[in-house]
Nanobody
Framework: QVQLVESGGGLVQAGGSLRLSCAAS????????MGWFRQAPGKEREFVAA????????YYADSVKGRFTISRDNAKNTVYLQMNSLKPEDSAVYYC?????????????????WGQGTQVTVSS
């Protein structure tokens, strides 16, 4: 069982930056591949980024590639999402998710555990 708690969301102007954190409980965090997803009002949840259990491989949605960076610190049981050059269309609730597998995955149903989400609002 893994519990995930996101933090770091907030209000930022377009062009600004935020860093989201996702703290995981449990001693086997390094056994989980992790992902970030987001959901804007009236839209379906969409994939943002994923990272393998070692952190050696990452994968990004085209919409955030070059602007967002996913990373993890297994000693701290934490995964991060550094978001730069933010745009109003990045506004959404951001969720982190964990799956008991080593590989990257962009499909939400493949993840086993989800956090409660953190709101990111980018003003124009």
């Amino acid at each position: 069982q893994v519990q995930l708690v996101e933090s770091g969301g907030g209000l930022v102007q377009a062009g600004g930056s935020l860093r989201l954190s996702c703290a995981a409980s449990g001693r086997t965090f390094s056994s989980y591949a992790m992902g970030w997803f987001r959901q804007a009002p009236g839209k379906e949840r969409e994939f943002v980024a994923a990272i393998s259990w070692t952190g050696g491989s990452t994968y990004y949605a085209d919409s955030v590639k070059g602007r967002f960076t996913i990373s993890r610190d297994n000693a701290k049981n934490t995964v991060y999402l550094q978001m730069n050059s933010l745009k109003p269309e990045d506004s959404a609730v951001y969720y982190c998710a964990a799956r008991l597998d080593s590989g990257l995955e962009f499909k939400g149903p493949k993840y086993d555990y989800w956090g409660q989400g953190t709101q990111v609002t980018v003003s124009s």
